[in-house]
């Protein structure tokens, strides 16, 4: 098992920045890929981004060049950096862990955070 705990959400004006934290336990962090998606209200969850266990990246193209995905294998954590936020950002972010390399489809993760709601005011 593997569990993983999220924090830095909250509420930003458009055009700032907030930096989400998820938290790894239970198992060698180094061996799972880590993925982000978001879940606004009345749409299915998406993707976000995600990094493998070479930290290689992958965004999507909504997010691409204003969020910057990093892992800390020292410290099992992995940060998703969000700049340029729009109000269009307004989500609930998961973290979620896999032991795969399809990294983009959620079905692939194993295990999945909580959550952290992070809201952009326009």
């Known amino acids: 098992q593997v569990q993983l705990v999220e924090s830095g959400g909250g509420l930003v004006q458009a055009g700032g920045s907030l930096r989400l934290s998820c938290a790894a336990s239970?198992?060698?962090?180094?061996?799972?890929?880590m993925g982000w998606f978001r879940q606004a209200p009345g749409k299915e969850r998406e993707f976000v981004a995600a990094?493998?266990?070479?930290?290689?990246?992958f965004y999507a193209d909504s997010v691409k060049g204003r969020f910057t995905i990093s892992r800390d294998n020292a410290k099992n954590t992995v940060n998703l950096q969000m700049n340029s936020l729009k109000p269009e950002d307004t989500a609930v972010y998961y973290c979620a862990a896999q032991r795969g390399t399809y990294y983009q489809g959620m079905y692939q993760y194993d295990y999945w955070g909580q959550g952290t709601q992070v809201t952009v005011s326009s």
């Open positions: 990094i493998s266990r070479s930290s290689s990246t």
């Open positions: 239970g198992r060698t962090f180094s061996n799972y890929a």
